[in-house]
């Protein structure tokens, strides 16, 4: 038994490898755009901002926990198939799709521009892409220790801004927003950092981490990632809660039609000038750098693996980078409008499944997918409402007001199908109703 002065420190690693995990370079261009058009309501943007983000990735973390700490226990609750198609459409997600071309525009919209000036998207995407293939095949030790060095630092240069920007706000927090509905724009904002999707792939280190310690009975891991979440929440909650602020003290000079990293960069170069807009951009780029290479790594592996190793891991990579390339030369704003109705279908799954897996000994898998599909036909019908298809019954689903019609979907799915004779198995059936006989009389909900 480790004393309890050993337990904090292990709960603090592991607080502060949480908060690595969740906080990127890409997602800081979010919380100060949120803020700005939320302007008087910044706080309630940030709010539903905060919970869609880290709230539902710590849930993420608690579900791989409950599941052995293995994401394909949760997955193939769905089917086999639909299971291994969920996990390539996360990963998907998180590399080539979404997450990998956008660290190749930050780095061009908040480090090359700002410290050279007009140089081509191209030149500066093929660069980079080519850096991170170079370091993915050749795995070196190097972007572990660059790694564990510009998160500190990039922590500490959020810290300075934020810090300047309380003490010497650059305008008044406007008096009306320009968000139609700054609920759904915090929960979408949310959604573009793809930490739930990252933690329900890369959770299972910080499980393994966990047990490593030492920590192998459920309710010690609970209580282990309980107060490292909350070590995580608590810092995660200052950064984004300072750069949200910050977005709102602007909200009087700019409007909707700037894109967030210029948003970022002109906050930065009021508070602290040119200097510090080319040492974030220098932090920034580093960091998406080392990013980007775990990510080309995580998707080529389990591509490789997927297919029996019948795709070469290297040439994986190098596909990966090109295609990344290629989808970063749309720009920054541009790659996370695309994202928006394709996270919007992924999400609403991904969420149902981590809920669902908390309570895995009461949900049968029949369950399970009625869940799982009936969110998944939500999403779709909801984003082709968004393109005008004449699909107005969607608006009276509920949840549709806050953009979570998916999820009503989801909860009238569940509901339909948890009560059903079908989730009883005949041996549970008998076993029910001669409980009933002998006016024991439990509910039947335990029995799914």
């Known amino acids: 038994m480790k004393s309890l ?12 490898a949480l908060f690595s995990m969740f906080f990127g370079a890409g997602n800081i261009i979010f919380p100060p755009y949120l803020g700005m058009g939320s302007g008087n309501l910044w706080g309630l943007g940030f709010l539903c901002y905060y919970m869609a983000d880290i709230g539902i990735a710590i849930l993420a973390i608690f579900a791989l926990i409950r599941n052995g700490g293995e994401i394909s226990t949760i997955t193939t609750r769905i089917g086999k198939v639909p299971g291994e198609i969920m996990l390539s459409a996360i990963i998907l997600c998180i590399g080539p799709f979404i997450a990998l071309p956008r660290t190749g525009a930050t780095v061009q919209e908040m480090f090359t521009e700002p410290v050279f000036g007009d140089v081509s998207l191209w030149l500066t995407s093929g660069i980079f892409f080519l850096l991170v293939l170079l370091l993915t095949i050749r795995k070196s030790s190097v972007v572990d220790i660059i790694g564990k060095i510009l998160t500190p630092a990039l922590v500490l240069g959020l810290l300075t801004l934020i810090i300047a920007g309380v003490i010497s706000p650059l305008g008044e927090i406007a008096d009306d927003h320009m968000m139609d509905n700054v609920v759904v724009a915090g929960i979408n904002s949310g959604y573009q950092t793809m930490d739930v999707l990252a933690a329900m792939i890369f959770g299972i280190i910080i499980v393994k981490s966990v047990m490593d310690k030492g920590y192998t009975a459920t309710h010690v891991k609970y209580k282990v990632v309980r107060n490292a979440s909350l070590v995580a929440a608590i810092a995660l909650l200052v950064i984004y809660f300072g750069l949200t602020y910050l977005g709102a003290t602007v909200s009087g000079m700019y409007n909707l039609r700037i894109n967030r990293s210029e948003l970022l960069v002109n906050i930065t170069s009021g508070l602290l000038g040119h200097a510090g807009v080319i040492i974030l951009g220098i932090i920034v780029a ?19 693996t997927l297919s029996k190793g019948r795709l070469n891991y290297k040439l994986l990579a190098a596909a990966i980078c090109l295609f990344s390339a290629f989808v970063a030369n749309f720009g920054l704003d541009k790659i996370v409008a695309l994202a928006a109705p394709i996270l919007s279908l992924v999400y609403p799954g991904a969420l149902t499944l981590i809920i669902l897996s908390l309570f895995r000994d009461r949900v049968s898998n029949t369950v399970f997918k009625a869940a799982f599909f009936g969110s998944l036909l939500g999403s779709l019908l909801e984003i082709l409402y968004g393109y005008g298809l004449p699909l107005s019954f969607v608006t009276k689903m509920p949840l549709y007001s806050i953009g979570c019609g998916s999820l009503g ?12 004779q079908e989730e009883i198995t005949d041996h549970e059936y008998s076993s029910y109703r001669s409980k009933i006989s002998s006016s024991t009389a439990p509910d039947r909900r335990s029995s799914s």
Do not use: E, H, M
Not at 286 to 304: G, I, Q
Not at 415 to 420: E, G, L, P
């Open 5 to 16: 002065k050993q337990q904090r420190i292990d709960q603090l690693v592991i607080g502060f």
């Open 286 to 304: 580093l960091a998406c750098l080392t990013t980007a290479v775990a990510l080309v790594s995580a998707s080529a592996d389990y591509f490789s």
């Open 409 to 420: 979907s989801c909860i009238r799915n569940y509901r339909r199908n948890c009560w059903t």
